[in-house]
């Protein structure tokens, strides 16, 4: 059973301009939620989506926005870039129903110059 | 904040057991105890979950105390490669909740040769 893949897993960006994350989930999942990891602030709770709707969102600035599609799969949006936007941005799967056990990718390393 | 108190770090040789206290005094009936473990540079990792009993699989054990007030995760025979930070989590079996799950700092684990 192939994981949960994120692309890219490394990019960089200058302060101003936007950046789209991608994730595909594991088959059979349904949730896709997102994470941002900092040094400063650890893991972070972004937002949660199933069934293409956003089920749950940390508090974080309208710049970061998501979406999911048909199949699943999710993309998650920053806009007008920040230094501090610099991150570990993380996927992660799950069932939705059952156990909250969540799958995570690798994550996308964004760095803002 | 976070709901859990954990130990900054902790030291284990290798081949011993790895015991990792977790202090979650104020968790609620409907709460489990969920540990996951990230390894550096990687996402996190899914280890085990209980409610009230012990519990164990073929990466760990978890005991939770009668008042399910702390609980501990044992390593049974630590590698170099269980070197990581380790997360101990309270969060509703099923849902995300409206916070997604929250991590704190967690314990980092450094498995001594």
């Known amino acids: 059973k192939a994981g949960v893949t994120q692309t890219p897993r490394y990019l960089i960006k200058t302060r101003g301009q936007q950046v789209t994350l991608s994730c595909s989930p594991i088959?059979?999942?349904?949730?896709v939620s997102w994470y941002q990891q900092t040094p400063g602030q650890g893991l972070q709770f972004l937002f949660e989506?199933?069934?293409?709707?956003?089920?749950n969102k940390g508090n974080f600035p309208g710049r970061f926005s998501g979406r999911q599609f048909s199949n699943s799969r999710s993309e998650m949006n920053v806009s007008t870039l920040e230094l501090g936007d610099s991150a570990l941005y993380l996927c992660?799967?799950?069932?939705?129903?059952?156990?909250?056990?969540?799958?995570f990718g690798a994550g996308s390393r964004l760095t803002v110059l | 904040d976070a709901k859990t108190t954990q130990p900054t770090s902790m030291d284990c040789a290798e081949g011993r057991a790895a015991n990792l206290p977790c202090n979650h005094s104020?968790?609620?009936?409907?709460?489990?105890v969920y540990w996951y473990r990230q390894i550096h540079s990687q996402g996190p990792q899914y280890i085990i979950h209980?409610?009230?009993n012990n519990e164990t699989n073929e990466m760990a054990s978890l005991i939770i105390t009668e008042d399910r007030k702390s609980s501990t995760l044992i390593l049974p025979h630590a590698t170099l490669r269980d070197t990581a930070v380790y997360y101990c989590?309270?969060?509703?079996?099923?849902?995300?909740?409206?916070?997604?799950?929250?991590f704190g700092k967690g314990t980092h684990l450094i498995i001594q040769p």
């Open positions: 209980g409610l009230k």
């Open positions: 989590i309270v969060q509703p079996r099923s849902g995300g909740g409206a916070d997604g799950l929250t």
């Open positions: 104020t968790i609620s009936g409907n709460e489990y």
């Open positions: 992660a799967s799950r069932p939705f129903s059952g156990a909250n056990v969540l799958t």
């Open positions: 088959s059979g999942h349904r949730s």
């Open positions: 989506y199933f069934s293409e709707t956003q089920r």
